[in-house]
């Protein structure tokens, strides 16, 4: 993958958003395959009615809130969990094809699949003899 490809749009430590629950920029890992960029997210707490991915202008954008539950009839009585808000955006390049990108969430782990435009993929050449 080339650095111009799919650069961080905005990279920040965990901070405080208007409602106090601090932000924070997930960990991502991305790979690339001839067919796509394979961007990997670890949003730990965050279920999809949650999550927000979004394409615009060039940008890939993820926001979710992640919030700790207590068990049904139960009280926290402590809490080492830093849990909040998740905040992340990319610059996509002009490889990847915005309106075809799918996602799925599982077990707080978001799976981006970024297709690249077709004018971009390797292609054979046939030759004849």
Request: no cysteine; charged share 25%.
């Amino acid at each position: 993958m080339n650095e111009k490809t799919m650069q961080t749009k905005k990279e920040s430590a965990p901070t405080a958003a208007a409602d106090s629950q601090p932000v924070f920029a997930p960990e991502v890992d991305v790979a690339e395959t001839t067919e796509a960029l394979i961007l990997t997210a670890n949003l730990p707490g965050v279920d999809a009615s949650s999550l927000t991915v979004e394409t615009a202008n060039g940008v890939l954008s993820i926001e979710a809130t992640a919030a700790l539950v207590d068990p049904e009839g139960a009280q926290s009585v402590r809490r080492e969990f830093a849990l909040g808000r998740f905040r992340r955006s990319f610059e996509l390049g002009e490889q990847v094809e915005a309106g075809a990108v799918t996602a799925k969430l599982s077990h707080g782990v978001l799976r981006l699949v970024l297709p690249k435009r077709a004018e971009v993929k390797p292609r054979r050449v046939a030759v004849e003899a």
